[in-house]
């Protein structure tokens, strides 16, 4: 069974050969290309979302502090959570950019950029969550 797609790919300069025997799995991952691209926009601008909200909540719980009881490092420490959050935020808002780019020009090589960007995007989140309340917090 040939695959017209997997040919084509071949054929553009962005082509990554790899080891998979069987062209219908090669084909089967291009199709879901532009489904999985819009599941990833979707993704990290509601994480994105959720980051700004929390470190919106952070910062504003540094603010509510009274500044002459508090100490001055209980103070930083909220804030710093709060800046450490920014990265994460900016990063989703890069990966949907990276995801709209992909839905606007179809590439094979963006779309693997998107998906291993989006992951990462995910284990940060998720090492930033549990660093900020296990330390910070």
């Known amino acids: 069974m040939e695959c017209l797609q997997l040919r084509q790919l071949e054929k553009s300069w962005f082509y990554f050969p790899c080891n998979i025997p069987n062209c219908v799995i090669a084909c089967a991952a291009m ?4 489904d999985a691209s819009i599941a990833i926009l979707g993704a990290s601008v509601a994480l994105g979302g959720l980051l700004l909200i929390f470190c919106g909540f952070l910062f504003a719980q540094a603010a509510s502090f009274p500044k002459d009881t508090t100490p001055d490092e209980l103070i930083d420490r909220y804030r710093n959570a709060g800046r450490y959050g920014v990265y994460p935020f900016v990063f989703s808002l890069l990966i949907a950019g990276l995801s709209l780019a992909q839905l606007l020009w179809p590439s094979h090589c963006l779309f ?12 940060w989140t998720a090492l930033y969550g549990t660093l900020i309340s296990w330390r910070y917090l």
């Open 31 to 34: 199709e879901i290309a532009k």
């Open 112 to 123: 693997v950029i998107c998906c291993l960007t989006f992951f990462a995007l995910l284990l």
